[in-house]
C-alpha cells in the first residue's frame, strides 16, 4: 500500500535561513511522483512543486526545491532565504488513482 | 475562470440534520476529490470521482455520500450528521491522475460544525 510519512510535527526557522522538510513514502509502483503542498492559515491549499520518480534532477521552483533520494525514498522540501510569509503547514503527497497526503509539517517563521 | 468553488464557506449543523456540499469546477477536469482535515491528520479521501457518472470510497466514506451527474460538479451529501463529522471538507480536481496528476487544484474549503 502506499504510504506518506512526514515526521517532524513543527519545525521553526529564523528568517533569511534554509529549512528542510522531511518526508518519506512507500510505494510499489515502478513510476511515481511526489508533491508538495502549502497551507497558510488562511486554509487554502497551495501546490509548491512537483517531481516524477523518472525525472533526472531534483525539481526547482524558485525558492523551492525537492531533494529527492530514491534509494532512501525520501523526497525532501528545501525552502531558501526563509520568509515570514513562509509560516504555514505544509504537505507531502503521493499520487495514486488519489493523492495519499502526510500529515503535515508546521514551519513557522521567526525574526 | 474560477478554479474549483465551493458552496457553503461555513455551516452549523445539529446531529441528524443533512445537507449537501457543492464543489464546481470550470477547468473540464476529469477527477473530482473530496478531502476532510481534522487538526493532526493531514487531509483524508473520503469519495472521488474518475469522471462524469463515477464515484468511487476513499479511506473514510463512511456517513458520506457523493454524485458526479455533470462533469463540472462533485456534490457531497451527509444523509445524517454526526458530531465526528465537524471539519474542514476541500474538494479538488484534477485533469488526470496517478504520475501524470501534475496539479491537483483545490478549493477553498468548508468549514462544517456538528452540534
Known amino acids: 500500500a502506499q504510504k506518506i510519512t512526514q515526521t517532524q510535527p513543527g519545525m521553526f526557522v529564523q528568517e533569511k535561513e534554509a529549512v528542510t522538510l522531511d518526508c518519506t513514502y512507500d510505494t510499489s509502483d515502478p513510476s511515481y511522483g511526489l508533491f508538495w503542498y502549502k497551507q497558510p492559515s488562511s486554509g487554502e491549499m497551495i501546490f509548491l512543486i512537483y517531481?516524477?520518480?523518472?525525472?533526472?534532477q531534483n525539481a526547482t521552483e524558485g525558492r523551492y526545491s525537492l531533494n529527492f533520494q530514491k534509494a532512501r525514498k525520501s523526497a525532501n522540501l528545501v525552502i531558501s532565504a526563509s520568509q515570514l510569509g513562509d509560516s504555514a503547514m505544509y504537505f507531502c503527497a503521493l499520487p495514486d488513482d488519489k493523492l495519499i497526503f502526510g500529515t503535515g509539517t508546521r514551519l513557522q517563521v521567526f525574526p | 475562470n474560477a478554479g474549483v468553488t465551493q458552496t457553503p464557506k461555513f455551516r452549523v449543523l445539529k446531529t441528524g440534520q443533512s445537507m449537501t456540499l457543492l464543489c464546481a469546477q470550470d477547468m473540464n477536469h476529469e477527477y473530482m476529490y473530496w478531502y476532510r482535515q481534522d487538526p493532526g491528520m493531514g487531509l483524508r479521501l473520503i469519495h472521488y470521482?474518475?469522471?462524469?457518472?463515477?464515484?468511487a470510497k476513499g479511506e473514510v466514506p463512511d456517513g458520506y455520500n457523493v454524485s458526479r451527474l455533470k462533469k463540472q460538479n462533485f456534490l457531497l451529501g451527509l444523509e445524517s450528521a454526526a458530531p465526528s463529522q465537524t471539519s474542514v471538507y476541500f474538494c479538488a480536481s484534477s485533469l488526470t491522475s496517478g504520475i501524470g496528476a501534475y496539479e491537483q487544484y483545490f478549493g477553498p474549503g468548508t468549514r462544517l460544525t456538528v452540534t
Open positions: 470521482s474518475v469522471g462524469e457518472g463515477t464515484t
Open positions: 517531481q516524477g520518480s523518472y525525472d533526472q
